[in-house]
């Protein structure tokens, strides 16, 4: 436990400054000898370009420490934090936010079903409501998309994160998730609204978001949007789900590798493809919502006391790189 005597800044130390640099140390190893694999033909051949050494039969990537380095100098370390009507909002150490993807809702009766995206306005009703929310999300996904137009199912959620929020739902989103498609509609729904794609840039109000499939691999669908969000300076984001025991090794602190390595070869990419596209950095948030398993069960739990301690301390990695950070809440 470490802090200030003053209770109300106090905080919990979960990684030395040591521990911090052995981690990182292990994730570049991971890195430079086994790599991660890109499944992405575009995306293998911004990384060569820029210095990885790559295997394009396994569509695997080895990224040097030099390339890192490099690249994570550019990152920029704010993340700029707008409202709706593009003016910045107090800045904190913390935000609270209602986040989430989840796939059924719970009327007042007790009955489940299937979340569609009236729920997802509900939710941000409520999110607008409560003092302790900084950044009303949709927590939800729309289920009431069909399947075979899912790319608009990011669309429709940012429509309703843009109309109904008077917070700050704009800070941290909207995600353009799903397909570079969607991310390419919401850049030019979000310049509309700003006014023009420079007036977008001097106030992002818009994140290019999506999940690696651990361990160490990024699938393409995810790739094409952070290249269509990257190529035109917007924001990015990735979130880890490792899970010890079962994505990744069985202890925290190699699930914390893993997690390291995939952050970090997220924040290199997005940042050679930015410079690739002129702009010298871009901000890129790292994100943790890794648990482990429950071996006997055979089952995920979320809010288990490891996954309190995983999320903390990716948390304190990504201040250790001076990068912005969410973590799940247990």
């Not at 370009?49 to 690249?71: C, H, L, W």
């Not at 978001?209 to 691999?217: A, D, I, K």
């Amino acid at each position: 436990m470490g802090g200030e005597t003053d209770l109300g800044k106090m905080k919990l130390e979960i990684l030395s400054k040591n521990d911090c640099e052995r981690i990182h140390n292990a994730s570049i190893k991971v890195l430079e000898t086994i790599g991660a694999q890109f499944l992405n033909d575009e995306a293998l051949n911004y990384l060569e370009k820029y210095g990885s050494v790559v295997d394009r039969k396994q569509m695997i990537a080895k990224i040097p420490e030099r390339v890192v380095n490099e690249f994570m100098k550019k990152a920029k370390p704010e993340w700029p934090y707008v409202n709706r009507d593009f003016k910045p909002i107090p800045k904190q150490d913390v935000y609270f936010m209602t986040f989430g993807e989840g796939t059924y809702m719970t009327d007042r009766n007790g009955v489940a079903h299937p979340s569609q995206s009236k729920d997802q306005e509900k939710v941000l009703i409520v999110g607008n409501a409560l003092p302790a929310v900084d950044i009303p999300h949709g927590a939800v996904t729309a289920r009431d998309i069909p399947p075979w137009r899912s790319n608009f199912a990011g669309i429709v959620r940012d429509w309703n994160l843009l109309s109904n929020p008077k917070k700050s739902a704009a800070g941290f989103g909207p995600i353009a998730g799903v397909d570079d498609e969607s991310m390419a509609v919401a850049i030019e729904l979000c310049s509309i609204l700003a006014g023009g794609k420079e007036k977008l840039l001097k106030n992002p109000i818009l994140t290019g978001g999506g999940c690696p499939t651990s361990p160490l691999v990024w699938p393409k669908i995810i790739l094409d949007l952070f290249i269509q969000a990257a190529k035109n300076g917007m924001r990015t984001l990735a979130i880890n789900m490792a899970v010890s025991a079962s994505t990744a090794p069985m202890s925290l602190a190699g699930t914390l590798v893993i997690h390291c390595s995939e952050m970090l070869s997220f924040e290199v990419f997005s940042q050679l493809v930015a410079y690739d596209a002129g702009y010298n950095g871009i901000p890129a948030m790292m994100g943790c919502s890794a648990t482990t398993m429950d071996v006997r069960k055979g089952y995920c739990p979320v809010g288990n006391p490891e996954m309190a301690l995983l999320n903390a301390a990716a948390a304190e990695l990504a201040q250790y790189y001076n990068c912005p950070n969410v973590s799940a809440g247990a």
